[in-house]
């Protein structure tokens, strides 16, 4: 289905804003644009959510997450970027992984199995995306979601 992204995340952005704002945090959009991408609405809407849920779940309180759309040639790029703990380089290969979780000690205060994030890269893959990460412990991290710009000719009907 092609959708709208700024739309799209934007519905995300306003839904969400108001978990991050409850809990003493910021969520900021930025998004300089108008494209279609080819998605499932109601599994797309999962992945970031699951995202966000991350970057919530793993900073302190006041700390401001920001959500990037951005045109790189072809690609659309959707980040996720948090002012968080950050994830060491050591396990960063693992993340992806099912049931993965970086400090097993500390799933008890935040919660999770360690799926979240192995069924966002089995969803981005279905959508022919890709996913990345960047992280430095103490900083921050940041997701990085990629896919190819729709030219739908639908997308453009109203
Ligand atoms: P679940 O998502 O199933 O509730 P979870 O959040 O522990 O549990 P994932 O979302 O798969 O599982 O994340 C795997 C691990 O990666 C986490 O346990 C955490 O250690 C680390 N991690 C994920 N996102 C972040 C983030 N934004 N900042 C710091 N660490 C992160
Ligand atoms: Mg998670």
Sequence with gaps: QSVRVN???STIYDKARHVFLAQGHQLELYC??????EVDPRRFEQIILNLLDNA?????EHSVTKI???KQNDDILISIKDEGQGIPSED????????????K????LTGGFGLGLSIVKELVEAHNG???VE??????TCFTIRLKESFDEDSFTH
């Design 7 to 9: 739309d799209f995340v």
């Design 32 to 37: 300089r644009g108008d494209w279609t991408v």
């Design 56 to 60: 919530l779940k793993y900073s302190a």
């Design 68 to 70: 990037n759309v951005e």
């Design 92 to 103: 960063l290969p693992y993340i992806f992984t099912r049931l993965y979780r970086v400090d």
């Design 105 to 108: 000690s500390r799933s008890r």
């Design 130 to 132: 890709t996913i990345s």
């Design 135 to 140: 992280s430095q412990l103490g900083t921050g």
